[in-house]
Nanobody
Framework: QVQLVESGGGLVQAGGSLRLSCAAS????????VAWFRQAPGKEREFVAE???????GVADSVKGRFTISTDNAKNTVYLQMNNLKPEDTAVYYC????????????WGQGTQVSVSS
């Protein structure tokens, strides 16, 4: 079972940037599809960005042009670069993995809080 640890969250003003990190216990990128999700208070967890084993990536329409998912294979770490942050981006951000598109994402970490002030 892979273990994931998210970090890098914080408080930032609107228009600012943060880079989140998702550190894995092993070499996840050759085995898993990795994704970032977020959950705001009172709302369901929602998809943010995904990175597949072949390097293809995708982001939600709500963050397109502002967020980028990337990886450092040597560090077994996946990043989420967030630019031009908006108050509606405030949420707890989680990373998760799945082996194929037929499975649900899992192995969630503890999450990292991102708060954006207006």
């Amino acid at each position: 079972q892979v273990q994931l640890v998210e970090s890098g969250g914080g408080l930032v003003q609107a228009g600012g940037s943060l880079r989140l990190s998702c550190a894995a216990s092993g070499r996840i990128l050759s085995t898993y599809i990795v994704a970032w999700f977020r959950q705001a208070p009172g709302k369901e967890r929602e998809f943010v960005a995904e990175l597949s084993r072949n390097g293809n990536s995708g982001v939600a329409d709500s963050v397109k042009g502002r967020f980028t998912i990337s990886t450092d294979n040597a560090k077994n770490t996946v990043y989420l670069q967030m630019n031009n942050l908006k108050p509606e981006d405030t949420a707890v951000y989680y990373c998760g993995v799945r082996k194929n598109v037929l499975e649900a994402f899992g192995s969630w970490g503890q999450g990292t809080q991102v708060s954006v002030s207006s």
